[in-house]
C-alpha cells in the first residue's frame, strides 16, 4: 500500500515513470536493446514457426538435395533435400524450449536451494556448500554428458542434463546474495511476527535477491543454448528428425565443405545471433541494475 | 603459506570423495543390468549362471557400500579397470589419448594468453575509441560463438582455399605424433583445434584484462608515477599491467580448467584422437567404466588447477596472506 501526500519539502524532480525508465534504458543501452529485439525476433520465430516456415522441416526430398540458397529455399537444401530455413524456424523453438526451459528450472532450483541454505545457515548451510563444491568440480558439458549418459538423449533428457549443473552455479551466487539480506532487520522482525520459515524464504528474502538471479537467469539462457547445441552436434542431445541447430551441423564440416557450405553456415549463424543477443541484453541488464559490476 | 597449501589439499579431499560417489551413483542409476546387456547383446537367450558369474567378475554382487569403498581405493591407486568395450587397461587408453589433449589445451591457452593481454590492454588504453569498440565486439562474438561451429568454419576455409589451390583437399593428419619426432606435421595437427578454442577463451580473458585496467589506470599511483614524469611505457608495463594481472592470472587458470570440459567437442570436429573423444565414443558405447575415469579426470585435472592458482595468486600477491 502506498500513500500518496503532497509534501512541500519534496525534491523538484519527479520520480521516473516504468515507461520512462524503460525508454531511458533504451537510449543509454542500445547494444542491449539490439540484443532484446534479436532474442525477441528468434522468440516469435519459435512461437509461429509453423505459419512462417515455408516447408516441413521433417520432410525429406530426394528431388532436390543440396541445392544452393534461392527464392524457394531460402538458405538451400540439406543432404536430404530438407529446407533449411524451414529447420533453422523450428530449430528456434527447440533452442527455446530448452534455453528457457533449463535457465528458469536451473535458476528457480538453484534460487530456492540457495536462500533457505543462506536462512537456515548451520550444518545445512555447511552441507549444501559441500556439495556444491562436489558439482562445480564438474564442467558443465561433462556433468551433462554424464547425465545424458543415464537419462538417454531426446529433448526432455536433454533439460535434465543441462539443467542439473546450471542449478549450483544459481545456488552460489543467490546464496552469496541472501547471507546479506538475513541480516536486514527486516527478517528479524518477520520471525518476531511469528511467521513460518517458508514465508520468511519465500516471501522476504526471495524478493530481496531477485536482483542478481535476473541478470544470471540471462546468461543461462545463452549457456543452455550452447550446451544444447554442442550435445545435439555430438549426437547424444536432440535426436533425428527433429530440428535443432546443433543436429544441423552434425558431419558437415568436411562432407559437404566444398559442395553445400551453406549447410554448416546457417545454423551456426542462428546459433551466434542468439547466444549473442541474450548475452549484450544481459550486460546492459546488469549494467542497469548493478552498476559496480560494469564492464565484467 | 606451506599451511594454506596443506588446508587447501586437505580440503580438495572431500570434494573428490563427494565427486567420486556422484559419479558412482549416476552410472549405476542406468536402467537395464550390464550383465544382461552384454551377455545377450546378440539377442539370445542369457543363462542365469553366466549372469551370476559375470557379477561375480566384476564384483557387482558385493554390497553397494563394499563396491563403492573399492571403486574409491582404484580411483586413487590409478587403477580403473578394464574398459567394457575395448577390453583394454582404461590407464591404457587414457595414457593414449592424454598427450594430444593436453597439447592442445595448453596451445590454446597460450593463444588466448597472446591475443587476450595485448588487446584488453589496448583497449582499455583508448578507451572509447573506435580500436576499443573493435575489440569489444571481438570479445563479445567470441563468446556468443561455439567453439566447434568456429572449428568447421575454419575447416570449410581450409578445404576450399586448399583444393581451390592445389586442386585436392587438404585435411589436417589424424594419427598423433609427438612434436619431438616431427613438429611440422604435430602442428599442422594441433594449430587449427587450438586457434579455435583459444580465440573463444581470449574473449573472456579479454574482457577481464580491459576492466581490470581501467580500474587500475585510476588509481593514485598512477597518477604519481605520471606526475613524476616516467615514460608512459613504464607506466603502463611496469605500473599498470602488473597488478591488473592479477585477476587475470586467476581466470586464465580457471579457464584452463575449462578448456579440458570444451576439447570434447572441438575434437569431435578435428577428429583428434585425445580424451575428449574418448568420452564422446564411451558414453555413445555405454562403457561405464570408461566414462566413470574420464570424468574424474577431468574432475582431478579441475582440482588441482583451482588449488593451483589461489597458490600462485598468493605468491604473486604480497598482500594476500592466506590464514
Known amino acids: 500500500m502506498t500513500v500518496v501526500a503532497h509534501d512541500p519539502t519534496a525534491p523538484s524532480w519527479r520520480p521516473q515513470t516504468r515507461l520512462g525508465k524503460v525508454l531511458n534504458f533504451c537510449r543509454r543501452r542500445p547494444l542491449g536493446v539490439a540484443g532484446l529485439i534479436i532474442v525477441l525476433i528468434i522468440f516469435f520465430a519459435g512461437l509461429s514457426a509453423d505459419w512462417i516456415a515455408p516447408f516441413d522441416p521433417e520432410e525429406n526430398d530426394f528431388a532436390s538435395m543440396m541445392q544452393a540458397p534461392s527464392w524457394i529455399h531460402l538458405f538451400g537444401t540439406d543432404q536430404f533435400g530438407r529446407d533449411i530455413f524451414s529447420r533453422l524456424v523450428f530449430g528456434a523453438r527447440t533452442a527455446l524450449i530448452v534455453g528457457f526451459g533449463c535457465a528458469v528450472g536451473g535458476g528457480l532450483i538453484g534460487l530456492v536451494l540457495g536462500v533457505t541454505s543462506a536462512y537456515f545457515g548451520g550444518w545445512?548451510?555447511?552441507?549444501?556448500?559441500?556439495?556444491?563444491?562436489?558439482?562445480?568440480?564438474?564442467?558443465?558439458?561433462?556433468?551433462?554428458?554424464?547425465?545424458?549418459?543415464?537419462?538417454?538423449?531426446?529433448?526432455?533428457?536433454?533439460?535434465?542434463?543441462?539443467?542439473?549443473?546450471?542449478?549450483?552455479?544459481?545456488?552460489?551466487?543467490?546464496r552469496a546474495s541472501a547471507l546479506a539480506v538475513?541480516?536486514?532487520?527486516?527478517v528479524d522482525a518477520a520471525r518476531a511476527m511469528g511467521f513460518g520459515h517458508a514465508r520468511i524464504v519465500l516471501c522476504h528474502m526471495l524478493?530481496?535477491?531477485?536482483?542478481?538471479?535476473?541478470?544470471?537467469?540471462?546468461?543461462?539462457?545463452?549457456?543452455?543454448?550452447?550446451?544444447?547445441?554442442?550435445?545435439?552436434?555430438?549426437?547424444?542431445?536432440?535426436?533425428?528428425?527433429v530440428a535443432a541447430w546443433g543436429l544441423m551441423l552434425q558431419g558437415s564440416a568436411e562432407d559437404y565443405a566444398t559442395t553445400a557450405p551453406w549447410i554448416a553456415i546457417f545454423p551456426g549463424v542462428a546459433i551466434v545471433l542468439t547466444v549473442l543477443g541474450a548475452s549484450l541484453f544481459g550486460d546492459a541488464l546488469r549494467d542497469a541494475i548493478d552498476p559496480k559490476l560494469r564492464d565484467r | 603459506m606451506y599451511r594454506y597449501i596443506v588446508k587447501r589439499l586437505l580440503l580438495a579431499v572431500p570434494t573428490l570423495a563427494g565427486a567420486a560417489?556422484?559419479?558412482?551413483?549416476?552410472?549405476?542409476?542406468?536402467?537395464?543390468?550390464?550383465?544382461?546387456?552384454?551377455?545377450?547383446?546378440?539377442?539370445?537367450?542369457?543363462?542365469?549362471?553366466s549372469v551370476a558369474a559375470c557379477h561375480h567378475q566384476l564384483g557387482l554382487d558385493q554390497p553397494m557400500i563394499v563396491q563403492f569403498l573399492a571403486y574409491l581405493w582404484h580411483t586413487f591407486t590409478f587403477d580403473f579397470g578394464i574398459s567394457m568395450w575395448s577390453g583394454n587397461r582404461v590407464i591404457e587408453e587414457i595414457a593414449l589419448r592424454l598427450p594430444i589433449s593436453m597439447e592442445v589445451a595448453v596451445m590454446a591457452t597460450v593463444i588466448a594468453v597472446l591475443l587476450a593481454v595485448p588487446l584488453?590492454?589496448?583497449?582499455a588504453l583508448k578507451e572509447g575509441t573506435m580500436l576499443d569498440h573493435v575489440v569489444r565486439v571481438l570479445a563479445i562474438a567470441g563468446i556468443a560463438t561455439p567453439s566447434f561451429w568456429l572449428g568447421i568454419m575454419s575447416m570449410i576455409l581450409v578445404l576450399n582455399v586448399s583444393s581451390a589451390w592445389t586442386g585436392r583437399p587438404w585435411l589436417p593428419p589424424i594419427d598423433y605424433v609427438s612434436p619431438f619426432q616431427d613438429?611440422?606435421?604435430?602442428?599442422?595437427?594441433?594449430?587449427?583445434?587450438?586457434?579455435?578454442?583459444?580465440?573463444?577463451y581470449s574473449a573472456v580473458t579479454m574482457r577481464?584484462?580491459?576492466?581490470a585496467m581501467l580500474e587500475v589506470l585510476r588509481e593514485d599511483y598512477i597518477r604519481t608515477a605520471r606526475a613524476k614524469g616516467l615514460l608512459e611505457q613504464i607506466v603502463v608495463n611496469r605500473h599498470a599491467l602488473k597488478n591488473a594481472l592479477l585477476p587475470v592470472v586467476t581466470l586464465i587458470g580457471i579457464e584452463f580448467a575449462f578448456l579440458i570440459g570444451g576439447l570434447?567437442?572441438?575434437?569431435?570436429v578435428f577428429n583428434l584422437n585425445g580424451i575428449g573423444r574418448l568420452l564422446v565414443q564411451a558414453v555413445q558405447n555405454q562403457d561405464n567404466v570408461l566414462v566413470q575415469a574420464l570424468v574424474m579426470l577431468v574432475v582431478v585435472i579441475f582440482i588441482v588447477t583451482n588449488l593451483v592458482i589461489d597458490v600462485l595468486y598468493a605468491w604473486l600477491d604480497p598482500r594476500i596472506r592466506y590464514s
Do not use: K, W
Open chain 1, 124 to 174: 545445512f548451510d555447511l552441507l549444501f556448500q559441500r556439495i556444491l563444491d562436489v558439482l562445480m568440480a564438474f564442467p558443465l558439458i561433462i556433468l551433462a554428458l554424464a547425465v545424458v549418459s543415464v537419462f538417454g538423449t531426446g529433448v526432455f533428457n536433454v533439460i535434465i542434463a543441462i539443467t542439473i549443473p546450471l542449478i549450483p552455479r544459481c545456488g552460489r551466487v543467490v
Open chain 1, 182 to 186: 538475513r541480516e536486514v532487520p527486516y
Open chain 1, 207 to 241: 524478493p530481496n535477491v531477485l536482483a542478481p538471479f535476473l541478470i544470471m537467469l540471462s546468461a543461462f539462457v545463452g549457456q543452455a543454448i550452447l550446451a544444447e547445441a554442442s550435445l545435439s552436434y555430438l549426437g547424444l542431445g536432440v535426436q533425428e528428425p
Open chain 2, 21 to 49: 560417489a556422484l559419479v558412482f551413483l549416476l552410472l549405476r542409476a542406468i536402467p537395464g543390468d550390464v550383465c544382461v546387456i552384454r551377455l545377450g547383446a546378440g539377442g539370445t537367450h542369457v543363462d542365469p549362471a
Open chain 2, 120 to 123: 584488453g590492454t589496448i583497449s
Open chain 2, 183 to 200: 613438429p611440422i606435421r604435430n602442428l599442422s595437427m594441433v594449430l587449427l583445434p587450438a586457434i579455435t578454442v583459444g580465440y573463444r
Open chain 2, 208 to 211: 577481464i584484462t580491459r576492466s
Open chain 2, 264 to 268: 570434447v567437442i572441438t575434437e569431435q
